[in-house]
């Protein structure tokens, strides 16, 4: 190379290194030899991390105190020192054992654990010194590479091929509950008769680390891609038993003997991402809080779409101009609330392992509904006939306006006295409920709003027992009559440290309605049912679940909660009936126990499948919690 050419350098070239010096300046830079700086051009500026400030290949150094201080920094200097000493210790001992009249032979065996410890010393010190500087090489190399993880992606081809078909089978099971909840009116079903995302895994491209971040968290960079459509790299036995990703969704119109199913394919998913990871470190187990993942970009996908005619006739609506490139933007507008910058999709680890928790109940308020005075009157003939309502306000969207409970209606009254008590529960004191009192117009007309007024929970916290309390009733913001009652909240009782829960026959029972299988299809004309469940409570309804179309192994993962006066007494119905929409739904199986039994085998023998009766085959899936109540007084029997 002659001295005219120009040479192309990194930002960095003169300056990466481990002490982390500045960049060198240019007039450095013009005072070096033309053969230096052609040299240290033709070597990649990676290559130069570690190793270029300690030598002088490319860079003469001008500065000769070799690496000690640029690599080995001052934390080998007290090993220097010590050597020194010993040096020094031991010419010592030797004059001493000289000056003692002592033998050569002493002088040797000196020697000999000077030497040893020298040996020793020195083999440390490099051991250390190198295990230092590899790992400083290591960490500078980790923030501007991207690691390849070939390792990760051949343990993923092996494990894939077991995982995928148990994966498959969970996300089957898991969007038909789903679709099940959310089929519209004017179809019968959908359901997911196909899934499979084949025999070929996901692949880790690269991992690109950020280990300057903080102790408490790992940040990582993953190049990922999911091409199962490339046969590259494939062997002719991997060829013959490859499985393409396949995804039926099939949407059935019509009842009965007259519905048909619309199969919708979608196959050949392809998927390329830069997915941002970090996990937050805590000290207890399991010891990663939180794992969040978002988008760095948009991902690149790729699919083939055919909505009516299936795998013969179907054709890729791909081909329709316009439609693709609208669909994937619907794509993204989707994910970009939850996992594109600046968003990300946030789990905790604590709900992989045991389950997404679900507020339950956490105590119980005992609500006596007293009288109420000089209600304003809906009537133009007559007096009105005022009933009391009590309604939930509630942050949750999902339970706003929810009936908890009711009075009977006092005919012809406008200071009505109810005297009735009511047990509702609550799974928070951050809530509010509200005194609704309305006029009572019979089945044919509306009822009238005469007032309401409305309570926070969080009084209860503070003063547990509110009685013969008074509170205004307001009707357009004027003040239309009063209202009294008596309320008392008994919280469920908790295992204190080393003390077992004390035991009470009174409490809450949170009630699970897993799923269904082997129903016995006889009671079908078609042979498969849309099965729901009722629940009763000492004989009274008290619980309908959703329905599940079209399935004789239903999955309904409901629950209910149930306030127990007596466990010893109390016992549980449940009816699994086949909704008909035409006709009256017959019931095809039924389970029952006594709740003390119920509790004690699900609770304490773990034992959750159940036999049905009525039937000649089907089990059903249930499971208890039991959480004590200790009330000051024997209640009434109750089921709210």
Not at 134 to 151: F, G
Request: proline content about 6%; hydrophobic content about 35%.
């Amino acid at each position: 190379m002659s001295q005219e050419q120009k040479v192309q350098t990194g930002p960095n070239e003169a300056s990466v290194g481990l002490s982390g010096s500045a960049p060198a300046k240019d007039e450095e830079t013009k005072n070096k030899s033309p053969l230096a700086i052609d040299s240290a051009a033709e070597i990649p500026d990676w290559e130069k991390i570690g190793w270029k400030r300690v030598s002088e290949f490319g860079e003469p150094r001008t500065d000769k105190k070799f690496q000690y201080e640029e690599i080995l920094k001052e934390l080998y200097y007290n090993d220097l020192w010590t050597y020194s000493g010993v040096v020094f210790i031991s010419l010592f001992a030797t004059w001493f054992i000289v000056l003692c009249g002592g033998s050569i032979g002493w002088v040797f065996v000196l020697c000999a654990f000077i030497t040893t410890y020298l040996k020793n010393s020195v083999n440390r010190f490099y051991r250390n010194a190198k295990s230092d500087i590899s790992r400083k090489i290591a960490r500078e190399k980790l923030e501007v590479d991207e690691e390849k993880v070939e390792w990760l992606n051949e343990f993923l081809r092996r494990f894939w091929l077991i995982y995928e078909p148990e994966l498959s089978k969970s996300i089957i099971q898991i969007a038909d509950t789903v679709l099940s909840a959310s089929t519209p009116g004017f179809l019968d079903s959908l359901k997911l008769t196909n899934f499979t995302l084949g025999t070929k895994p996901p692949v880790i491209e690269s991992i690109r680390s950020y280990p300057k971040e903080n102790d408490n968290e790992v940040v990582m960079d993953w190049r990922v891609s999911f091409e199962p459509n490339d046969l590259a790299e494939m062997t002719k036995a991997q060829l013959v038993k490859k499985v393409n990703p396949k995804v039926i969704l099939t949407v059935r119109v019509g009842r009965g003997f007259v519905g048909a199913g619309i199969p919708i394919l979608l196959e050949n998913m392809s998927f390329t991402g830069l997915l941002r990871v970090k996990l937050k470190l805590i000290p207890n187990f399991p010891h990663v809080e939180t794992i969040e993942f978002g988008f760095l970009e948009k991902p690149n996908i790729d699919y083939v779409l055919k909505p009516i005619g299936g795998e013969t006739l179907g054709f890729d609506i791909g081909i329709v101009p316009g439609l693709s490139s609208f669909i994937k933007d619907q794509v993204h507008a989707t994910l970009q609330p939850m996992m594109y910058p600046p968003n990300t999709y946030q789990l905790k680890t604590e709900h992989l392992l045991y389950g997404f928790p679900v507020e339950s109940s956490i105590g119980v308020l005992k609500l006596t509904i007293k009288n109420a005075k000089s209600l304003r009157n809906a009537e133009t003939f007559g007096t009105s006939d005022p009933y009391c309502k009590v309604v939930l306000i509630s942050s949750d969207v999902t339970e706003v306006g929810k009936e908890l409970t009711r009075t009977k209606h006092i005919s012809n009254s406008l200071n009505p006295v109810w005297d009735e008590t009511h047990y509702l529960l609550f799974n928070n004191l951050r809530d509010s409920f509200k005194f609704q009192i309305y006029d009572s117009n019979g089945s044919l007309n509306s009822d009238t709003l005469l007032g309401d007024t409305t309570v926070p929970l969080k009084n209860f916290e503070e003063t547990p027992n509110q009685s013969n309390k008074t509170i205004p009733v307001y009707h357009n913001g004027k003040q239309k009559g009063e209202l009294n009652y008596d309320a008392v909240w008994y919280p469920i009782v908790k295992a204190e440290k080393d003390k077992p829960v004390p035991e009470s026959n009174i409490g809450i029972l949170k009630f699970n309605l897993h799923q269904a299988k082997d129903l016995d299809p006889k009671y079908s004309m078609v042979g498969v049912y849309n099965p729901y469940v009722d629940l009763k409570y000492n004989g009274k309804k008290m619980f309908t679940s959703k329905t599940f179309r079209r399935s004789n192994n239903p999955t309904w993962e409901e629950f209910f909660e149930i306030f127990i006066t007596d466990r010893k007494k109390a016992s549980l119905e449940l009816n699994i009936r086949d909704e008909r929409g035409f006709a009256e739904d017959p019931i095809v199986c039924s389970w029952s126990m006594n709740v003390e039994d119920f509790v004690r085998l699900n609770g304490e023998s773990g034992i959750d499948w159940f036999d049905v009766y009525g039937a000649r085959s089907g089990k059903v899936r249930l499971s208890c919690q039991w959480k004590p109540v200790i009330l000051d007084h024997t209640p009434e029997n109750s089921g709210m």
